[in-house]
Nanobody, 124 residues
Framework: VQLQASGGGLVQAGGSLRLSCAAS????????IAWFRQAPGKEREFVAARFRGSNTYYADSVKGRFTISGDNAKNTVFLLMNSLRPEDTAIYYC???????????????????WGQGTLVTVSS
């Protein structure tokens, strides 16, 4: 299983970015795929997840601004980030697991496979 995250960059506050997580070795439509982020000096935190290709879940801090979605034909999951804030600055990671249960979807330790991360910097 390999996950390739991309799409990060530098954007001004209020702007948008779309992150991509291209998967190989599995079918994203059947998996639970999540995005986490880690800012300097902070722990990795949950951002969003798509549980078993269906229901979506978001951290309160991004709800209404971020959207997780998937393109099954491309075997890729996206994170569309709107109304970005300086506090959204972090390295963003995608993660996947085939056996995770719903109660664990927000826990980083529950995921077996991780992408390499993509840096998002939001300037004020």
């Amino acid at each position: 299983v390999q996950l390739q995250a991309s799409g990060g960059g530098l954007v001004q506050a209020g702007g948008s970015l779309r992150l991509s997580c291209a998967a190989s070795g599995l079918t994203v439509s059947r998996q639970t795929i999540a995005w986490f982020r880690q800012a300097p000096g902070k722990e990795r935190e949950f951002v969003a997840a798509r549980f078993r290709g269906s229901n979506t879940y978001y951290a309160d801090s991004v709800k209404g601004r971020f959207t997780i979605s998937g393109d099954n034909a491309k075997n890729t999951v996206f994170l569309l980030m709107n109304s970005l804030r300086p506090e959204d600055t972090a390295i963003y990671y995608c993660a996947v697991d085939s056996s995770i249960i719903l109660s664990s979807v927000r826990a980083a330790r529950s995921y077996d496979h991780w992408g390499q991360g993509t840096l998002v910097t939001v300037s004020s």
